[in-house]
């Protein structure tokens, strides 16, 4: 085994192909040597590997003997993975391979994201192709890109090139439930033409910087109480002026990807001379504040206020600077609406994801998921409101559709009584309100038939990210258990 941490689990030849992922980059759009190893190992295996225009992949397995008149079933999973990195810690995603730990039936990566979503999949996947003596029929293996940054791998996939009807996703999180359903989403980029001005002496440039905190998934973790650094660092700067604090906006960043809750945000500022000591007793009153409310939850957030030591040129205009905050104060984020049809699921929400300034604007960018479109639509149409009030452009972007439940499904029947073979009991039905690339290709092929499945993934998208083995070996079982099924 290449990797110590995978020593001794199960399947090993699921775990050999996680490892020789763990040491390729494949951030969104550079998935190119990812897409290779897949070549590679299907020209070891004697498959078929084709590629389409956009980059995504597939491979034609041939039927194991005595298999040869099943039906075709596809497997499919995304091979890019969400790049983040610990605050603090300096990693190329681009070149640095991802370090693995295990405590006990754990596996993480040092302090960056695991890529176990979507790579242990990806790997599933592949433990098919390289493992003779499975007993199931023709496969084809789908391994799409640029999944993470909104489908889009999925949303321009050739879908020529896909013969099988009934199709088994590995991209789901939870190793108790089987996915039937996914909420669709788009984005709504911003743009606010941030005006400046000279500075006349007698100001000076701090920064202040919300940090610490637990971030995650807008799918998944939504729902759950965690904050958002772009919001805490609205706050923080309504709570300068409001003490009194004469400031400017000079720049505002924060966030990472559009389905990831920001863990960190900051801003430059021009500070009036005489109101620093003000501005930092007033930052750390804040700070006490929110350690109480956020204390359960978010026992690392911090929120500093630091001074650069370089006097500022140019900043924005006061009612720039105020308008931009205002903006963002009032942007909508976290649950909109609950399921009537699945309790407890998240049907509508968004994510305040981005914030970013250039010399001459600031980008922001919104994630908006819901099974519902109109819903959807709605949420929108109130963040352009919200955007013209300020001044301020925005665009529907990146949409992606959702997956509705199909009723009588055969995969998902055939996926649940693999599921009971396993573990000697019925899974969870459900949908999800993170989107899977399963609504994308339903759009294209609408006789096709989905069932999502996976191990046990917690903290995705953070660097906290972790897969628990156990399921992996469990989920790997399901799988073969339901292919052994589907070709006899």
């Avoid at 905050?325 to 968004?350: C, K, N, Q, Y």
């Avoid at 029947?413 to 039905?429: H, M, N, S």
């Amino acid at each position: 085994m290449p990797d110590d941490a995978y020593a001794g689990l199960e399947p090993p030849e699921l775990w050999r192909h996680f490892a020789a992922l763990n040491r390729i980059p494949r951030a969104p759009g550079n998935e190119a040597g990812a897409r290779e190893y897949v070549r590679s190992v299907a020209e070891r295996a004697g498959s078929e590997f084709v590629a389409d225009a956009r980059g995504n992949a597939l491979v034609r397995v041939a039927a194991r003997p005595g298999r040869e008149r099943a039906v075709t079933v596809a497997v499919q999973a995304h091979l890019d993975m969400v790049c983040e990195s610990a605050p603090g810690v300096d990693f190329d995603f681009d070149r640095d391979p991802i370090v693995t730990q295990r405590d006990g039936d754990t596996i993480s990566a040092r302090e960056t994201t695991l890529g176990a979503d979507n790579g242990i999949g990806v790997a599933a996947a592949l433990a098919l192709l390289s493992t003779p003596d499975l007993p199931c029929g023709p496969l084809e293996l789908l391994f799409t890109i640029e999944e993470e940054t909104g489908l889009h791998g999925a949303l321009a996939l050739d879908a020529s090139l896909l013969r099988a009807r009934s199709m088994i996703n590995l991209d789901s999180e939870d190793d108790e439930a089987l996915t039937v359903g996914c909420a669709g989403g788009a984005d709504v980029a911003l743009s606010f033409e941030l005006e400046r001005e000279p500075l006349a002496p007698g100001w000076s440039c701090a920064e202040l910087s919300v940090s610490g905190l637990t971030g995650g998934h807008s799918g998944v973790q939504i729902h759950e109480h965690r904050a958002n650094a772009i919001k805490l660092l609205v706050t923080a700067i309504d709570r300068l002026r409001a003490g009194g604090v004469e400031l400017r906006l000079i720049s505002l960043d924060g966030g990472s990807a559009h389905n990831a809750i920001p863990l960190d945000a900051s801003a430059h500022l021009a500070i009036v001379d005489g109101a620093i000591a003000r501005a930092h007793e007033l930052t750390a009153a804040l700070v006490a504040e929110l350690d109480r409310e956020w204390r359960a939850d978010e026992p690392g957030i911090s929120i500093e206020l630091s001074d650069v030591q370089r006097p500022p040129h140019e900043a924005a205009s006061a009612p720039a600077s105020a308008t931009l905050v205002s903006l963002l104060r009032e942007l909508p984020h976290g649950v909109i609406a609950i399921s009537d049809e699945f309790p407890g699921v998240v049907a509508t929400s968004i994510n305040l994801a981005l914030a970013s300034t250039d010399a001459a604007r600031v980008d922001v960018l919104t994630s908006i998921r819901s099974v519902s479109a109109e819903r959807l639509d709605a949420v929108a149409s109130r963040v352009k409101a919200l955007a013209a009030a300020s001044g301020a452009s925005a665009e529907l972007t990146g949409g992606y559709p959702g997956w509705e439940p199909r009723r009588d499904s055969p995969i998902a029947a055939a996926a649940a009584a693999a599921y009971q073979r396993v573990y000697a009991r019925r899974p969870k039905i459900e949908i999800v309100h993170g989107g899977l690339e399963c609504g994308a290709l339903v759009a294209k092929l609408p006789d096709l038939d989905v069932v999502s499945f996976g191990p046990l993934i917690r903290e995705a998208h953070t660097p906290r990210e972790h897969v628990y083995a156990s399921t992996v070996a469990s989920t790997w079982n399901v799988l073969v258990s339901l292919l052994d099924a589907l070709s006899n």
